[in-house]
Each structure stands twice: as C-alpha cells, then as structure tokens.
C-alpha cells in the first residue's frame, strides 16, 4: 500500500508518535552517572541512564589501570529527576552535582520540547492534508460541474 493513499491518517500516526517521544524524553527521570577526582573536580566521563526507582551511590575506586597515573576517583550515581523538576538530593551535591545534571538534562529538554513543537506543528497542519488522494475516488468520473453541463446540452 503506497503511504500517500492516506496522507492525514499517517501524519496524525507520525505527530502522536512525536508526542509519545517528547513526552519520554521529558518526562522519565534520568540518572547521571560521573566521574569527579582531587586532582579534576569538575564532572567528566558523565553517561545517562533512564530509570524511575534510582539509588545514589557515592563509591571511591582507584582506576590504576585505567589511567596513567593512578589516583583515587569518585563514582558518583546521582538522580537528576526530569526536565522540569530538580533530583531530590541534586543540590546536596554542589556545585558538580547541578553540573552534571545540567550537562545531560539541557540537550534531552531542548530536543523533547523541539519534538512536541513538531508534532503540534503536525498535528494543526493535518487538518490541511486531505483524507485520500485526489485520485483515490472515481477516476474516471467526470466533476460534477462537467456532468451538469453535459446535461444541459442534452
């Protein structure tokens, strides 16, 4: 079945699928996961997780073999919580905690809310498209205005 047999039906699929991911990427808390040490305090290797029931974890390991100096680092699991509310203990872990959060949570916020414009977008410009193709009726049926003058030159 070719897709432009139905244009409207499949661009009201597609805009309330752009809904249903828009509303997953602002809405489903998210974890950081990151990397602080004595020597570079700030957050690096910052990685996301999606979850709902989400533990802190603080843990110290030494990355000896990972890095060419070794030293002490800290592992740190933080619930970020969604794009509009803050973790529950976000702040407590000032000012990298708020950091992190802010690194993975402002990219998921603007591509969630870029998504909803567009399936709004599509969602009022549905009513434009029609319901079948032009050519999906009667193709070889006359307009109507054609019949009728047909009629009259009977």
């Known amino acids: 079945m070719n897709l432009l047999h139905r244009p409207r039906w499949y661009a009201g ?5 752009a809904i249903a991911a828009s509303a997953w990427l602002l809405l489903v808390p ?6 602080t040490s004595a020597e570079d305090p700030a957050p690096h290797e910052v990685s996301t ?3 709902w029931w989400t533990t802190e974890q603080n ?7 990972l890095a060419p100096s070794p030293h002490t ?9 969604n794009a509009f509310t803050a973790g529950p ?4 872990l000032a000012p990298e905690g708020p950091r992190a959060c802010g690194t993975v949570e402002t990219p998921r ?3 969630g809310l870029a998504l909803f414009a567009v399936a709004v977008i599509g969602l009022l410009g549905i009513t434009l498209l029609p ?5 999906q009726a009667n193709r070889y049926r006359q307009p109507r205005s054609q019949r009728r003058a047909l009629k009259r030159a009977r």
């Open 13 to 17: 699929v597609a805009a309330a699928l």
């Open 30 to 35: 998210i974890t950081a996961v990151y990397v």
């Open 49 to 51: 997780r999606y979850s």
């Open 59 to 65: 843990f110290v390991y030494s990355d000896a073999g």
């Open 73 to 81: 680092v800290n592992g740190i699991r933080l619930n970020c919580g």
């Open 89 to 92: 203990t976000e702040q407590a």
């Open 109 to 111: 916020c603007i591509a």
């Open 131 to 135: 319901a079948t193709t032009r050519n």
